[in-house]
């Protein structure tokens, strides 16, 4: 990966403070596009990328796969739009600014989080220019995400609750009515579950699960 760099998110729009959208592609699972500009072909594919360490293994998957091609250039947001979560790019090997920089503007606009895009370049003799080249890339990216299916991702907070256990059904009910995940539980003398909750639904939770108990429950927020 050629000159990538890190920066901040730039402000986006996304859909509450609790849930934005995400690429709704299973792990693994590649949305991609292609069209030609001059006898150059431009290949977009695109991934779900939670983190950096995710956005630089898919970026590596594609170069390999497309190892004869010229360019590889990419894009990526590793967190959510509108925080200071991690983004980077590269022309690999383009003129600088003409691919990497278009396309990261495309994706920090798109109001979509934890996307990874790369463009696979096949030169096809014609020399684009400058400006061909920052409009092919950043056409690239928008005809890919016009055809990308989202879906929104909850953010959750994770807690540990004890609780006795003649609590449990109704603890039970109270999870299924905030939508939660188990994580984990554990019965001994007292019952330990380990939740996520989503971030909507934490006050709910703490103050049923409380009033349930008659304050007995022993209720630890594990996120920071």
Known sequence: MRSEHLQSNSIVKYM???????????????????????????????ARTHGVDEAKAFIDKVTNEFSDARHNCFAFNADKPGTSGYAGCSDDGEPHGTAGQPMLNVILHCDVGEITAVVTRYFGGILLGTGGLVKAYQDSVKQALESLKTAPMVLMTTYKVQIEHSNVTLFQRLLNKVNAQILNQEYTDKVVFTVMIPNDSTSLFTSSVTQMTSGRAVIEKLDG
């Open 16 to 46: 509450s403070n609790d849930t934005y959208l995400v690429p709704d592609l299973k792990k693994g699972e590649i949305h991609r596009t292609e069209f030609t500009v001059k006898k150059s072909r431009f290949i977009t594919s695109i």
